[in-house]
């Protein structure tokens, strides 16, 4: 992965950059022994490390305003990190860079029920978002499978999915004003705890903009009543094509489930030997689940099934408790580490069109016969987005570029099909040099026009989203191959 | 100039030397009046794409909403965040456009609910100010592939480019809709209802407080619908006669026809239980309605002077939290008010910097949302 040189003016400046952070955070808000600011060397996607020059956690707003006005003055790249989740690269730091990490603020700062929002700095974990309001009946609906840890700056920064946002929506659809911080310090509240935004939809520019616009450090989120009750169906067939097909009807037939998952033979096995749900073994299982009290649970399993049936489903079973739901769901939120627990792999992160599933499922296959790299699939069905999980041996000398390659090719298949290249994990270095395959250079250049409003010195979140020599002239640095 | 095409609007954004008025339908005769040459784009039409399997529309901006309304009912389909319809309200006469729903991020009632425009709108094709044509989304559900400029140009009501083609999620029509009604409410007591009907399981999809009365809409399956309908019935116990309907007409709702004929009208956005607030505070003789379980308030000036009616509104906002813009007003007023909500200097200066990157030349509906 090619990544810019670092800068050796900012490298030889460190023990200043070092000095003024310390005149403005406690001792222990800054990190510079490089010892210790190795725990900062990657994110999830640890394929790729490089320590940062220095690390930083501040504690409040005004703490981050301080460290990026230190750094736009300085002159020094900032990356921001909420709990170092990201599969993409999105925190992966350049070493001549100052880390912005925000776990030490994890407040929940307002909870207004009859408004149905709650307000939190973003250290804050998904998870610990639901924790905070669900003792009075109430969540926050966007999942991630890495909700127990994924920090919301990060959901934010990626606009997270997750199982449910078939009938939720992604973070986008329930985030509804931050407070930013942009790279010279300044301080701008966007959006708050009315819908819609007055003039330009910034909060909707902001949400997913892999923190290179700024440093969101507070949320307003929405946050709704839990259903009355959940149930998945365990759905398997003999193929994915039969399965697609399943998934068509039922979206067709006007019932809308909250999820509608999918996992070929491979992750079945993984899973199974994880979680224990007492997946049937299938060639393609469907967990579709539906929300609402017994009656209407049971009324629309009835219908989900009746289409099943028409499929000729090799197993069909709906979850008989909350129990066994909750393993169900543990088990297709472990899928990653499950398959991780097997051998090392890839996780990519496409869309295509529903329609498209079949064509690309068999593609996939031919893929994996010609790279000689097994591949499981396991995604979102309802919404298309998929994630095969190519399996490689880091070990191997030549095995992981390999795995790229065949990642890339499957990528623009994607694209190709009138899809795209990441539907919620982001772009950030992974997916970054395939960005010409989905935009045209006019359309790069508008999304780089956001970037130069936002941080004219383009110092934040270095070298993610866009192809280095795309940036090049921006960014103002010299190129070299890692 | 009526273009017929992508490449035409291109051509003639570049060509352009001077202030363009862009138009779909006609139908949103909103903003500060602007004096330039009108670029009609209701011939860039068409739906060129709709898969009711993958919940998906692509159409070309100008495409009228009543047709692709149409052609997803034929699907058992729809629009699910309710587009409103301004004519009746503005007096305009044409057809409101798909371009003109996502430029203005124009939604109805089911926005506290499902979300707005901008929340459906997966892809976008526009020119912007220099006439180069981009892209950006496109036609699958869940996207993060770059900047999202979608949401960006949802809302910009055309002072950032020219929409040409929007794909947008749609969601299945529903069975059965039924309204639970309570007559005789203040706005305090609508908002109180409202707030505990919305913060409760059983999926509210409307929340008005119109001509007095609360109307609640519960949307789904039949058996469904008449559960949800009694559980909330038996919750608001207390919060007045509650009655059922299933003949409440929600277009009532979502075009605010309560004030047509008004000279004067607001809309008026803020957290729900504020809305109240907003109503107390009217200096003038109004007639006001309230959508989003509060958040959205309808405001027509009866009687007064509507720029005082304007700055009383505006600022009650500025210390709320929340935007108000003029929908309806006299020319003169306004070109002479802030139409849109005054936007804090930080925000401001973000707003202009992308108006300039955008429209580097200011050609494309100047000054439209100038604050």
């Known amino acids: ?482 | 100039m009526v273009v017929k095409s992508e490449a035409d609007i291109a051509a003639y954004v570049a060509a352009a030397t001077g202030a363009l008025v862009v138009r779909g339908g006609g139908t949103r005769s909103v903003g500060r009046p602007i004096d330039g040459a009108v670029l009609d784009v209701s011939a860039v039409s068409g739906i060129s794409l709709y898969e009711p399997g993958a919940l998906t529309v692509v159409a070309k901006a100008g495409t009228p909403v009543a047709e692709i309304e149409a052609t997803l009912a034929r699907e058992n389909q729809r629009l699910a965040f309710e587009p409103y319809d301004l004519t009746g309200l503005l007096g305009t006469s044409g057809t409101s456009t798909i371009g003109g729903v996502l430029a203005t991020n124009a939604s109805g009632p089911r926005r506290i609910q499902a979300g707005a425009a901008r929340d459906y709108a997966l892809g976008v094709r526009f020119v912007d100010g220099a006439g180069n044509i981009v892209k950006n989304g496109g036609r699958v559900m869940k996207n993060v592939t770059g900047y999202d400029l979608v949401k960006l140009m949802s809302g910009s009501w055309g002072t950032l480019g020219v929409l040409s083609e929007v794909s947008l999620k749609v969601l299945p029509a529903v069975e059965d809709v039924r309204t639970l009604i309570i007559d005789g409410m203040t706005a305090e007591q609508a908002v109180g209802a409202m707030s505990l009907a919305l913060g409760s399981p059983y999926e509210v999809s409307g929340a008005a407080w119109i001509d007095g009365a609360v109307w609640l809409r519960f949307e789904g399956f039949e058996s469904s619908v008449a559960y949800r309908a009694k559980a909330v019935r038996d919750l608001l116990v207390g919060h007045g006669e509650r009655r059922l309907s299933g003949d409440a007409d929600w277009v009532q709702v979502r075009d605010a026809v309560p004030l047509h004929g008004a000279e004067a009208v607001w809309r008026v956005s803020v957290k729900p239980s504020d809305g109240p607030a907003v109503i107390a505070g009217l200096p003038g003789a109004c007639t006001t309605m309230m959508d989003w379980g509060g958040g959205l308030v309808w405001i027509a000036q009866t009687g007064g002077d509507a720029a005082i009616t304007h700055r009383a509104v505006q600022s009650k906002v500025a210390t709320l939290g929340g935007h108000a813009t003029l929908m309806k007003g006299p020319a003169d007023l306004r070109a002479a008010v802030p139409v849109f909500q005054p936007e804090p200097p930080g925000v401001a200066a973000l707003t202009s910097a992308l108006r300039a990157r955008f429209d580097p030349r200011g050609i494309l509906n100047p000054g439209l949302m100038a604050a």
């Open chain 1, 1 to 482: 992965m090619e990544m810019p040189i670092p800068d050796s003016t900012v490298l030889a400046r460190k023990i200043r950059v070092v000095e003024r952070l310390r005149g403005v955070l406690p001792y222990d808000a800054v990190i510079d022994d490089p010892m210790e600011t190795r725990a900062y060397e990657c994110d999830a996607l640890t394929a790729y490390r490089c320590p940062p020059m220095v690390a930083t956690l501040p504690s409040s707003t005004a703490d981050v305003s301080a460290i990026l006005r230190i750094c736009y003055e300085e002159g020094v790249p900032v990356v921001p990190r909420g709990s170092g989740t990201s599969l993409a690269g999105g925190a992966l730091p350049t070493a001549d860079c100052v880390i912005l990490g925000v776990a030490r603020m994890n407040e929940v700062l307002e909870t207004d029920y009859d408004n149905r929002f709650v307000r939190v700095q973003t250290g804050r974990t998904n998870l610990s978002v639901t924790g905070a309001v669900e003792s009075d009946g109430f969540f926050y609906a966007p999942d991630p499978s890495s909700q127990l840890a994924c920090a919301i700056a990060g959901n934010i920064a990626m606009n997270s999915g997750g199982a449910h946002c078939l009938k939720y929506g992604v973070t986008t659809n329930n985030l509804m004003g931050v407070t930013l911080v942009q790279m010279d310090g300044t301080v701008v509240e966007i959006g708050g705890a009315h819908l819609d935004s007055g003039g330009l939809d910034l909060l909707g520019v902001i949400c997913g903009s892999e923190g290179q616009l700024g440093v969101v450090t507070e949320a307003t989120l929405r946050i709704l009543h839990k259903p009355e009750g959940a149930r998945p169906v365990l759905m398997g067939f003999d193929s994915a094509e039969i399965a697609g097909a399943c998934v068509g009807d039922i979206i067709k037939a006007g019932v809308l489930p909250v999820a509608i998952e999918f996992m070929d033979k491979m992750l079945i096995e993984v899973c199974e030997d994880f979680a224990k749900a007492d997946y049937p073994l299938c060639e393609a299982l469907l967990i579709v689940e539906v929300e609402g009290s017994e009656a209407e649970i049971n009324d629309q399993l009835a219908l989900i099934t009746e289409i099943a049936k028409r499929h000729n489903p090799v197993a069909l079973r709906e979850s008989a408790s909350a129990e066994e739901s909750a393993r169900i769901w543990a088990g297709r939120k472990a899928a990653f580490s499950a398959i991780g627990r097997v051998s090392d792999y890839m996780c990519l992160d496409g869309t295509i069109p529903v329609s498209e599933l079949p064509y690309v499922l068999r593609r996939i296959g031919e893929m994996s016969e010609q790279y000689g790299l097994p591949v499981g699939n396991v995604f979102h069905a309802g919404d298309g987005n998929m994630h095969p999980l190519i399996c490689y041996d880091a070990n191997k000398p030549g095995d992981l570029e390999i795995c790229e390659e065949f990642g890339a090719e499957v990528l623009k298949l994607c694209v190709e099909v009138g899809g795209c290249l990441t539907g919620e994990h982001g772009v950030g270095i992974e997916k970054r040099d395939l960005m010409t395959h989905q935009y045209a250079p006019a359309d790069l250049e508008a999304q780089m026009a956001i970037k130069d409003v936002f941080d004219a010195k383009w110092l934040l979140n270095p070298a993610k989203v866009f192809p280095l020599a795309v940036s090049q002239s921006r960014r103002g640095m010299p190129l070299a191959a890692e």
